[in-house]
Every structure is written in C-alpha cells, then in structure tokens.
C-alpha cells in the first residue's frame, strides 16, 4: 500500500482531468447549461437579498439550491447561500424551511471544522426552534452554540444567545429570567452599537412588563425601543408598534391601539417579514372584537392563522384558535368555542406553554359558566391561576381571579366571590379586568340583598368603561365599543334593578348613556375636521389614493356603459376588484387618521345623563318615547316636558327582533303584513297607548328598532299610528337637545338634483325629473340639476349656503366599508360621481332638510351600541336640522307621488312632520298608493320645525 500510495496522488491530476473529460463526452452541453443557470440564479438572489426583496431572493435560492451543487459551485458557495435561503424563509415565516437550510449548512461547517461558523448557526438555528415553539429545544442549541470547543465568546455571539433566551423563557412563563436576560443582552447591544439589536430587546422588556400589569413603565420601555430602533439602518419597528398598541390597548385606549396597529401593519408590508404582517393583522382582529366587529375580527384571525399554519408557528396559532374560541363564544356557538379552546390547549401543551394553556382554559372556563356548569367552569379557573401565579403573571392572576368570582357567584358562594372581586389582585389586571371586576363585585352584592351596594357597583363598571370610550375616538366605532364584550350587559343589569327599586330617573339616565354617544359628542361640539392636524405623510398618501380611487371608477364606469363580451368583460371585472382593493386600503387609512387626529383627542363627551335637559328640550304637546332592548326584557320609557314613566313590555327580545326581522322582509319584498304590523303594535305600543295623549310622537328606537317603522304599525281598529300623530325620530334625547341648538335661517334656498347621468350601472329613475321638476315649482329661489348637470362637483360648491338639499338618485349602501356607501350623482371636474359617506362627513351644511330620495338611504350599521353609520346621520352631523331618509328600496312612481304632496305642504308653512303625516295619509286614502310599502319607507329624523 505504501507503494500505491505515491502513484494514486501523483494520478490525482490525470483523474480529474478524465472526469471531466466523461462528464463534457456523456453531456456537455446539459452540465454546462445547468451550472451556467445555478450561477444565474445565485446572482439574482443575492441582489434581491440585498435590496432586502426577500421573498423574490427565497425564490431563487431556492432554485440555486434544487440545481446539483456539484455543478453550481463551491462547498462554501452553496454553505453560504444556504444560509441566506434561511434568513429569507425566517423572513417568510417558513421556520421549519430555515431550520432545514441551516443544518444543511451546519454539515458543511463541521466538515470544515470552523467553529466561528458552527456557533453562529447553531444559535440561528435556535431562534428557529423558538419561532417553532419548540422552546426546550431552543435552549439546549443556545447552550450548545456557548459551548463550541475552540470558539470565540464574544460580546456580539453573548448578546445573540441572550436576546434567542429571552424569548424562549417569556413563552415558557419564566418571565423574571426573561427580563434578565433581555436587559443584559440590551447593555450588550448597546456597547456593540447596535441599534437594532438593543431595541429589539428592549420591546421584550417592555412585553415583560406589560404581563406584569405596569403599564407605565412597559409603556417607557416600548418609546425607549422604538426612539433607539428608529437610529438603526433598516430598523425593524413594526413589532415595537405592535408591543406599543398592546399597552394602549390594555390601558383601554383604543384610539392609540389602532393607529398603531396600522402603522405596524403598514411597516410590515413594506419590511415584507410575513410573521410581523401577520402578527399586525391579528393586533387589528384584537381591535375589532374590541369595538364588537366580530366578523371583522374574525376574518383577521383566520388570515393571520393560515399564514402561520404555513409557517409552523405552534403558539401563534394556539393564540389565533383563542381568539376564534372567544368569537363564537360571544356569538353564543359554544360548540366551536369548545373546540378552538381544546384546540389550543392541545398546541400550547405541544410547545410546554404553560401560562398559554391558562389562557385557552379561562376561555373554556367561560363556555361552561354559560352552560350552568359552574363546578368545572371553576375547576379550569382554579388550574388556569395556578399557572398564572407559578408564572409571576400580574394580569393573568387578575383575569383569573374576577372569573373565578363570576364562578363562585353563580354557586352561591356569595362571601367568596366578593372576596375574589374585591382583593387587591383584581385591581392589578388591565382596563378590561378593571371593569369586570366592578360588574362582578355588583352581582355578588345583588344577590347578598345590598341593593344600594350593588348599584354603587354597578356605577363604578359603567365609569371603567365609559372612561375606555372617552379614549378611543373614533366617529364611526366609539360607540360600538359598548357592544364589544357584552359591555351592555352592565347597563341593562343596572337598570332593571335600578326600576326594581323605583329609582326611575337613575334608569332613564343610564339607558341614555348606552346610546349613541359618538352623534351626540360631534353633533353637540359642531363640525371638526379630522384630517386638521394629522401627519402630512397620511393625508398625501390619503389623496393619492383617492386619486387611484377615481381613476380606476371611471375607468369601470366607462367599461359598464358599454356592451362587453369575453376578454372585455373579464377586464371590467379586474377593474372592480381592483376598486375594491383600492376602497379597502382607503378605509383603512380614514380610520387610521382619525384614530390620530388631535382634534378627536380634544372631543369633550356630552354628559347624557341630566333629565332636565332632556325635558327642557321638550315643547309642550311634544313625548318622547324612548326604547330600551336589553338582554331579555325591553322597556318603554315616556318622557313629555314634566313627567317620566316606564313600560315594561310584553315581549322578549328574541320575538320582538323576529318581528322586526320578519317586517323587513316584508316591505322589500312588497308583500301586504298587517298581521305582522298587529303584532309589532301590541308588543310595542299598546302597553303605553293609553298614555300617548299629546300632539307629536317623537321616538328613539333602540337596537333593531332602528330598521322598523312606526309609522305603519296597525292598532286593533286597524288604523296606521301615523293617522294619530305626526312622528319624527331622534338617536336618543340628548341627541335632540344637541340638534335643536342648531341655527335656521329660514331663506327658503331650495338645491335639487335629479336623475343623475352616473356612469354606473344602475336602473332608469323615468319618475325623478316630473318629482324634481315639480317641487321646484313651490320655491322661488329654486335651483335644479338634472342629469348630465347634477354633479358631484356642483353639489359641493353649492350646498352650503342651501335651506333645502333635495337627491332623487339612487343610494347605494356598502356594509363592509361603511364610509363608502353614498349617493349616485353625475361625474364630472374631478369628481367620481359617487358622493360618499365619509365625504358628507367633510361638508359644512346650513340646510333645514335634507331629503334623500333614494333607495335604503336611513339604512347602515348598527350593533347593540347604536351606531346607526347611515347616510341620514352623516347630513345631520354635517349641519342639516333634519333629514327624511327611506328605509328600504321605495318605487320610483310611489316616491314621486309622496315627495309631491309633501312640498306641498311644506309650501303651505306646515312643519316637515305635519307635512310628513298628510302626505302619508293621502296615499293611504287613495287607491293603489296605500300599501305602507310605498308611503311607510320614509322617516323624518332629527327636528320637525
């Protein structure tokens, strides 16, 4: 052997040259190509690395790595590109792919024996077992990376393995070793200036002490990180905005929470790091549910779940299945909720997350308090606070704690659970915590027989979150914020023990408080721009988009005016869907600016709660009938300028929203309901009848009460309430004083556009020309805008200094995107033609009327809180004293009919519902005009005179 040995290396040469040799004669051109393509493909993904276009350079890696490496270059080569295929699949949220790449490159280093190399990544490759869930895992390869025999400690590779244990061990609960461990790593980091580095542990110190319940100082620790990360040269902030949001959101500042959550969202975006894009998704979702928008909230989580699902990320989805379980939990399906709560118990228990699995237990723990099973609802509790508490997790234990009472209160376990309510941990959660544990403390106290006790508790909930609303801003969700949580419950509790024990007044005052505050706030402080004040970057970016908006509209409108066929057609409906896009982002972004804009932050709220104001504004031979649907049991309540009662009434709820629900369908469908109309009649106004004595009937619908008309209800003689009283409708009675301080001027400028020529697709309104042309006839000082004419533009110059806006167009309502629902008007100067809700918003109205002769114009979102998002609403924030809207899709000939003899009577000096009244009852009294399909629709909404 010896022999040989100096004649095989001494042939080494010889060797390779025939190899090669063999591969160009069995191939040559195939090798070549394939190499020469490899290299192709490196060289574009390491330029797309470095312009950081991550998931274009993944791609391509990947191609460069699925050619033969033999062909494609150098061991080192293809080491170091498959360390970079793991940065970009860490940045896609492919964990499991990067794991795989870095073991891959792992072999190549101990091949060569480099320990530098080994050590660096064998900690990569312990994020990734984190990212994972795979926490013990992740430990043990921070340890072993510490450890390489021969390799160098430096600062760099201590600070690293540091920042990877400080997420492991705050998954694990191990929170006090998790604080160590970030704040050493960010003296590290700072020494090394690395700004990048120490921001990032400074947010994990921050989320530490956000478990903790302190606030303030995780609130200083999250604006340390994000002034710090803002130095560094590709900073990654959106998952310190995500941090920051979170502590607004615990603190109850909504407002704060959501701006932030977009900018991180939008930061996500341009960083293209899918794990922060969908981790800022969920954060939006958690915003959502707070206001109560479940299906909002619940197509975030299940966008957010997919993407980590495709990532791998144990806890992630384990959170996600939490929140899904909360939904149908609220939506009263404690079927799912049982199953996504078992879901993620079963994913936290996979990854050893303890204080994750409490989580998922409390919200099982709530589906069975719900189903009457007391017992094992506080079984979970009592595991879920043992978790918490091993953990050292302040809000965890307060959580806990207050739903451990709710348990112990349904047992009768009066004493305790008063004793859970009243600790000092119950008052060491978040703002959520806070209230909850006030509404428990009230039970607890009902139930003992200290009535007083319990209505001073009741007080102090309704001040916790009333104190969340005042924060969070926001003209289109404040007040659905109420729904969000049955926050409501509260309120309707307090109230039936407030009548219980004849405190009247008490119980008018708190049913006007779970109204609709955000109309009351704006309409009572006057017009506020919420645009004035807010960064210069949104509003660009806001007119830019509304640029594309009209751009891409009237490309669609011009396409839908034309016979398409085939490819054409597909187009069309490229550009709709792009529109659509376009709507969405834009949305987004209006309510990104409100939640930042200064002049929302300085809205002072309207006290709703002083009756006398409400009776003041009462004249006499004027009631106010005002609603309230609890969760049960509804009630009347009756106020005149000097007396209030209150009703209960003889239906549930859940048969008055059937009703209600029922008559809808009705009067779409034109389809006679008198029986449904009887009904409706007795449950609602028979048990007052005898007390409607006086002139006028002003109402205040409440919940679903909303969609229904009173005016077409059938008494037992089979008469319509409206041949009795002229009616108007008002949000609640606050609301009426707020509108009625409101100047007229009385000029008697009428502005009626008609028949607009929209590009639209929409059908031919053959009645609105004689309808508009025949109410000009009542006005001297009359303008008119027919077809091509009635513009969006003219409309905006014009209407401010008008007594009278008159629309008889179509109105188009959009239930996903609220601010977009409108009015269809002409095109033209700039403008798409669709005069949208959140541009009447922006208008400076002087106008007395508003009239709205469209189809479904009164008709928006509405949750338990009352914020009806309708056009009529948008008119009267906007200056108008009164609008008359329609309720559901009226024919075209029938509305020209009652729009002529109501200005008829207006033109004879009749107040707006007077005229309202006689023109209802002669097309009641004539012919085929007298379905209230046809006259019932319109409802006149504000002040009548």
Known sequence: MALIRPTIRSALPLLALLLMAATFASGPARGWDRGVKARKQLRAADRLFNARNFRQALVHYRAYIASDPGLAGEPAEVARAQEQLAECAEKAGR????????????????????????????????????????????????????????????????????RSMAVSQGAMGRYEEQRCSAEEAAALYHKLGDAAGEAACLNIVAVHHRTQGKFEVAMKRAKEALAIARRADHPDLAPILLTTASIHRARGDLRQAIALDQEALATAKDSGVLEALAVAQTNLGLDHLAFGERDKASRAFKSSLGIFEEAGAADDRARLHVELGKIAYLNRDPFTAKDQFQKAISLYESSGQAVGIAVARSGLGKVLLDEKQASQ?????????????????????????????FALTALGRTGEALRAFEGPAADRGDADTAWRARHGRARALK????????????????????????????????????????????????IELLISGN???????????????????????????FREGVRTELIEEERALGARIRDVSNKLARRSTAAVTGAERGQADRLDRRLRSLRQERHQLLERIASESPQLARLVSVRSDDLQTAQSSLRPGEMLLLYHLGLKRARAFLLSPTSLTQTPLPLEVSKIRGLVERARIQYDRKIPNDETSRALYQALIAPIDERLKGRRLIIAPHDVLHYLPFQALVDEEGKYLIERFPITYVPSATALAAIGQK???????????????????????????????????????????????????????????QDILHFACHGELDPALPLYSGLALAPGDGEDGQLELHEIFGLDLRAELAVLSACKTAVGRFSRGDELVCLARSFLYSGCRSVLASLWSVPDESTGILMGHFYEQIAQGKPRDEALRASALKMIRTGRHHQPYKWAAFCLMGRYD
């Open 743 to 801: 100047s007229a001027s009385g000029a008697g400028r009428l502005l009626a556009l008609g028949s607009p020529a929209t590009t639209r697709s929409v059908p031919d309104l053959p009645f609105a020309t004689s309808e508009v042309q025949g109410i000009a006839r009542h006005f001297q000082n009359a303008q008119v805008l027919m077809g091509a004419a009635a513009t969006e533009a003219e409309l905006k110059r014009r209407a401010s200094d």
């Open 503 to 529: 405190r009247l007044q008490e119980a008018f005052t708190l049913s006007e408080r779970a109204r609709a505050r955000a109309f009351v706030d704006l309409v009572s402080t006057g017009r506020i721009d």
């Open 95 to 162: 964990y499991a792919e990067a794991f795989d790449a870095r073991t891959r490159a792992l072999t190549y280093h101990l091949q060569q024996d480099d320990r530098e190399a080994t050590s660096r990544t064998v900690l990569r490759m312990s994020r990734d077992m984190a990212f994972l869930g795979r926490y013990d895992e992740s430990l043990r390869l921070i340890g072993l990376a510490q450890n390489v025999p021969g390799a160098v400690a430096t600062g760099e590779k201590r600070a690293v393995a540091l």
């Open 377 to 405: 609802a506080l079984g979970q509790y009592d595991r879920a606070l043992r978790a918490y508490s091993a953990a050292g997790e302040a809000t965890g234990v307060a959580a806990a704690t207050v739903n451990r009472g």
């Open 447 to 494: 139930d003992a027989g200290r009535t007083d006790a319990s209505i001073k508790a009741y007080r102090d909930a309704i001040e916790r979150i009333e104190r969340m609303l005042a924060q969070s801003r926001i003209p289109e969700f404040r007040s659905s914020l109420l729904a969000g949580a049955d926050r409501l419950t509260v309120y309707d509790e307090a």
